[in-house]
């Protein structure tokens, strides 16, 4: 799991190779190098730690040519360290590359070469690819790139620089991303659109099993035989600026800010007045009339979508729903068939268990709807059915834009498949579609009127160790969701349990002064969350509740009350989890932590 750049054109490439890798940092950031071709042969710096360190280098003393690769890693095989960083090199330095992914059969072929006399200088799996490369070499790079179709098991995004045909980068993928940008007499290769926004609005999407020859006037692609393929690029209408910071302090608190726009995007042109249209499902009202369960996978936050997503398609379309997290589901032999509807949730539309499991349901005649932000990545092709949630570009880890475009995916789905199964009458669908165009309204509503109110908690939650989430039905995934956010960025150890099941166990965690983040965005089960919030109360727990404006009675029973906008209360998870992001956000931050880049995270889980 890591970030590949490159590029061919007529400008010094170390500076474009920077600013590439510095926007595709959310892959990984343990290490980073780059490699260039010049007079010299190929030139390559790398260094351990953060882009910063290997920039230092560069300064410096920059390697001179007009050609080159890059690569910020993600660790999976060795440390980090200066010698396993990319690029990686054979012996001769007749080749060099870059890697994304995980080569499952390294030691059988680290092996076999050692046996041919190849000696190696990291512990990664990456190298062992660039001596296979000069072992199959054969006067034509073309044909060595091909043959690692063959021999390479696992996953593996390349770009490649050779010696013997130093006006190319060979690009290969299997499992992993890779997109070629084409500009005017210069042409980019990146793990992920936004690397190069900046200079190009055009993509080329390489698919499993492809590879391409990209030089300064143009890129030729391939099949696994070495039959040319004529492809069109895509057109990104994505402007520069989204994928930017946008004067906030960091990516997170921008992408929490975008939230109210990231809505509107996912609502338009599916829910209006009195209607609602997924035009984009070619399925017929018949096939989903025929649907007798469903099944959703995904993992970590987009899991937790998918938690909430159940509550809302159960009571709105009467059908059984069950979530796995993608890991286990793989490995559980699940009972699917053709009357089973699989919908994975996935952001960056490449998360490894989340793309098995798509083609495990596959395998076995389901059908499989995505809801994925990422355009041609491997679960948008490879999905039966595609959901975009138009959440544009998430660059920090911690997901908080994209994750509130899945929830209301699943509203729209849940009002859809409640229209065309006839489960909710017409008048109160016509209701319901109304309390959801409501939303990207009430969301910025909300982001106004709980940010310095949740500055104020933070100042309280950086000096904890501990913290307690709870809530019931839709409240209960958001507390997990909220409990994931402040763990993974401020590192607190939270949990999150339903709120009637403290008594079976955690209360006894519960002392006198311990945070508890009570969320009561629930008008039915209000006076039950009382209950349970008096139950931590009076084991002497610090609560801060959520809960809709009006309810001022809890105020007596709380330390901290934050109110949000009433909203129909299926639909009050996109508001609830607002001030939760802003509390992880802001605690990470009086900690002095690194926000965007958690320490052992990274943004696209590419491996198993
Ligand atoms: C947490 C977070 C992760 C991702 C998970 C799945 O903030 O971002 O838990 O949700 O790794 O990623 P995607 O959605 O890309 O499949």
Redesign the pocket.
């Known amino acids: 799991m890591c970030g590949i750049v490159g590029y061919v054109g007529d400008k010094e490439v170390a500076p474009i190779l920077l600013d590439g890798l510095q926007r595709l940092e959310y892959r990984g950031y343990d290490s980073a190098g780059v490699a260039v071709v010049n007079g010299k042969g190929i030139e390559v710096v790398k260094a351990v730690g953060k882009l910063k360190e290997l920039d230092g280098l560069i300064t410096s003393n920059p390697p001179s040519g007009k050609m080159g690769i890059g690569h910020t890693r993600w660790a999976t095989h060795g440390v980090p360290s200066d010698l396993n960083s990319h690029p990686h090199a054979d012996r001769s330095g007749d080749f060099a590359l870059v890697h994304n992914g995980i080569i499952e059969n390294f030691q059988r072929l680290k092996d076999e070469l050692g046996q041919k006399g190849h000696r190696f200088i990291s512990e990664t799996d990456t190298e062992i690819i660039a001596h296979l490369l000069a072992e199959n070499y054969r006067g034509d790079v073309q044909q060595a790139v091909l043959s690692l179709i063959e021999r390479l098991e696992g996953s593996y995004a390349l770009a490649i620089l050779s010696r013997h045909e130093p006006d190319k980068i060979f690009v290969v993928r299997k499992d992993s991303p890779l997109v070629i940008g084409k500009g005017q007499g210069e042409n980019f290769i990146a793990s992920d659109i936004p690397a190069f926004l900046k200079q190009t609005r055009e993509f080329l999407i390489l698919n499993d099993g492809e590879c391409a020859q990209v030089t300064q006037d143009g890129v030729q692609i391939f099949n696994r035989q070495g039959e040319e393929i004529k492809r069109e690029p895509l057109q990104v209408d994505w402007d520069a600026e989204q994928a930017e910071k946008g004067g906030y302090q960091h990516y997170m608190l921008k992408e929490i800010h975008e939230q109210p726009d990231a809505l509107r995007r996912v609502m338009s042109n599916r829910i209006a007045p009195g209607k609602i249209e997924l035009s984009e499902l070619s399925l017929t009202p018949e096939q989903l009339r025929s649907y007798r369960r469903i099944q959703i996978v ?6 937790y979508s998918g938690m909430l997503g159940k509550y809302v398609l159960e009571q709105l379309v009467r059908i059984p729903v069950e979530v796995d997290v993608a890991s286990e589901f793989r490995y559980r032999q699940p009972l699917l068939n053709r009357q089973s509807l699989v919908i994975v ?7 490894a268990d ?1 793309l098995a499991a798509l083609r495990l349901a596959r395998k076995q005649g389901a059908r499989v709807l995505a809801l994925t ?2 355009i041609g990545s491997s679960i948008d092709r490879e999905a039966d059915q595609v959901l975009y949630l138009q959440a544009g570009p998430e660059i920090a ?4 834009k ?2 509130i475009t ?1 929830v209301a995916a699943f509203y729209l789905l849940a009002l859809y498949l409640a229209k065309v199964r006839g489960t909710v009458e017409e008048e109160q669908l016509t209701t319901l579609i109304a309390e959801v165009l409501r939303l990207p309204e009430l969301a910025a509503e909300t982001l106004i009127s709980s940010e310095e109110m949740i500055k104020g908690r933070a100042q309280v939650y950086k000096l904890q160790e501990n913290a307690f989430f709870i809530g019931r039905n839709t409240d209960f995934p958001l507390a997990l969701e909220g409990a ?2 402040l763990k ?1 960025i401020s590192y607190i150890h939270a949990e999150a349990y339903p709120a009637g099941e403290l008594k079976h166990g955690p209360l006894a965690l519960l002392e006198d002064g311990v945070p508890v983040l009570a969320i009561a965005a629930r008008h039915s089960l209000y006076d039950k969350m009382l209950s349970n919030i008096k139950e931590v109360k009076a084991r002497g727990a610090d609560v801060t509740a959520i809960t809709f404006a009006g309810q001022r009675e809890i105020e007596e029973s709380v330390d901290h009350v934050l109110y949000i906008p009433s909203v129909n209360e299926l639909f009050s998870g996109v508001l609830a989890i607002i001030p939760l992001q802003l509390l992880a956000y802001y605690t990470a931050l009086e900690r002095g932590y690194d926000v965007d880049q958690p320490r052992n ?1 990274a ?3 590419t491996v198993e």
Do not use: I, R, W
């Open positions: 995904a993992c970590g936050t987009a899991y949730v996935s952001q960056s539309g490449e998360t989340t932000n990422a880890v911690a997901s908080t994209a994750y899945m994931l956010k993974e995270l943004k696209s889980v």
